[in-house]
């Protein structure tokens, strides 16, 4: 197991490398000048603007801008915003505690509904549970999350005036935003782990179970639902990616200040700095749970033996 993970730490040190490089690439293909953005409707003397360039370093090499940035980022510096003057490790600390209570909510959520969907539909196939199950499930994977969002403020915030429809100061505006995001993710874990459950329950040890007279909490508690754990937890490790890129969107519909509306703002605004934290911190973010996913693969199944 140990040389399994210090090899995937191999692996995910260059990958994290090339993702910065791409969105530092990237935002400077994009169109625009940052430093007349920067100024709106009344931009200065272009003397002026060439030399708040130079002072942001805006005029150097493309390659020289990026071992700028890469030596920054590895210090634990990823520069001042643009447009606020404020270090962007102070910015993003201050927004990501608010997103990772919002994905941890979605996940948990989602991880639920999931399973619960899911089993139901295994243990009556073919049968009106089953199809009603799928066919939500395939209604929640082919809902955009922004429609759904703007419905569930229509229907919760405006007519029921249950929750808050806007804003992020009380846990009680997480409750929408984390569902919208749950939704479509519950609905492809349903899907995953109806068909997983499906095949096991037809694998000899299963009906040995049964023969024997366990109970049926045991039997699919203990032989069938540990089987279905794997290809779960895969499956949930990669959605835990969705979620973070889902944030952006769910954020700024709901007008909630996490690191996904603050990503969006900086694109907008084409403030490179900013825009570079959120990305390199989500693909960190990444890299790092499909690492944990891979260990706890060994953890439940026995079978699994990373150091052979």
């Not at 969006?264 to 570079?276: G, L, S």
Request: glycine share 10%; proline share 6%.
């Amino acid at each position: 197991m140990g040389r399994y993970v210090l090899a995937r730490i191999g692996v995910a040190v260059p990958t994290l490398v090339l993702v910065s490089f791409c969105v530092f690439l990237m935002l400077r293909l994009v169109p625009g000048d940052p430093v007349r953005l920067m100024f709106g409707m009344t931009p200065p003397p272009e003397s002026e603007m060439a030399l708040l360039r130079h002072e942001l370093g805006l005029d150097e090499p493309l390659l020289a801008q990026y071992a700028a940035f890469l030596d920054r980022s590895l210090h634990g510096d990823l520069g001042v915003s643009y447009r606020s003057k404020e270090p962007v490790a102070s910015m993003i600390a201050d927004r990501l505690p608010r997103t990772l209570r919002l994905i941890g909510l979605s996940l948990v959520l989602a991880a639920l509904l999931g399973l619960s969907f899911g089993i139901l539909a295994a243990l009556h196939s073919g049968r009106w549970p089953d199809l009603a199950t799928s066919a939500l499930a395939v209604v929640g994977v082919s809902i955009p999350q922004f429609w759904l969002g703007l419905m569930l403020i229509l229907l919760f915030a405006v007519r029921l005036h249950w929750l808050p429809a806007a804003g992020s100061a009380t846990p009680a505006h997480a409750v929408l935003p984390a569902t919208t995001l749950a939704l479509g993710n519950a609905a492809v874990l349903a899907r995953v782990t109806r068909s997983a459950m499906v095949e096991i329950l037809g694998q000899d040890f299963v009906r040995t179970a049964w023969a024997k007279g366990l109970p049926p909490a045991r039997v699919v508690g203990v032989h069938v639902l540990k089987n279905v754990l794997i290809p779960f937890l895969t499956l949930a490790g990669l959605q835990l990616g969705d979620l973070l890129s889902g944030a952006f969107v769910v954020e700024n519909v709901f007008g909630y200040a996490g690191i996904g509306q603050l990503g969006v703002y900086a694109m907008a605004q084409r403030d490179f700095p900013v825009t570079q934290g959120v990305v390199l911190l989500a693909a960190t973010g990444y890299v790092l749970v499909n690492l944990v996913v891979d260990v706890l693969y060994g953890l439940v199944d026995p079978r699994i033996r990373y150091d052979a």
